[in-house]
């Protein structure tokens, strides 16, 4: 059984940084890409960024480019979102997710992710 534990979330000034962390257990993952998505309150999953498992690659939404950092420790079987530059915009639930198949590249849908962490909750306050 696949299984992702998003931890590292919490309460933070605008301004302030954070790092998500998702450990993965049940399987190997060292050939699948890995992302992070978050919901915000009435809004749709919105694409952050992802990592090939090697952490060769990666890919990250406009909103967060310079801000946000995604890596992965394949040692620890653990993906990481480390967050600067917080703003309440950033406030939501965040997610991390698998590929679904080896060959998926790093895409921003989430339709292209079969297994998800239950969610971390960050609160920017301004």
């Known amino acids: 059984q696949v299984q992702l534990v998003e931890s590292g979330g919490g309460l933070v000034q605008a301004g302030g940084s954070l790092r998500l962390s998702c450990a993965a257990s049940?399987?190997?993952?060292?050939?699948?890409?890995m992302g992070w998505f978050r919901q915000a309150p009435g809004k749709e999953h919105e694409f952050v960024a992802a990592?090939?498992?090697?952490?060769?690659?990666?890919n990250s939404a406009d909103s967060v480019k310079g801000r946000f950092t995604i890596s992965s420790d394949n040692a620890k079987n653990t993906v990481y979102l480390q967050m600067n530059s917080l703003t309440p915009e950033d406030t939501a639930v965040y997610y991390c997710?698998?590929?679904?198949?080896?060959?998926?590249?790093?895409?921003?849908?989430?339709?292209?992710?079969?297994?998800w962490g239950q969610g971390t909750q960050v609160t920017v306050s301004s």
């Open positions: 997710a698998k590929a679904k198949a080896s060959t998926t590249p790093l895409s921003r849908s989430r339709y292209e992710y079969d297994y």
């Open positions: 049940g399987r190997t993952f060292s050939s699948y890409a």
């Open positions: 990592i090939s498992w090697s952490g060769g690659r990666t």
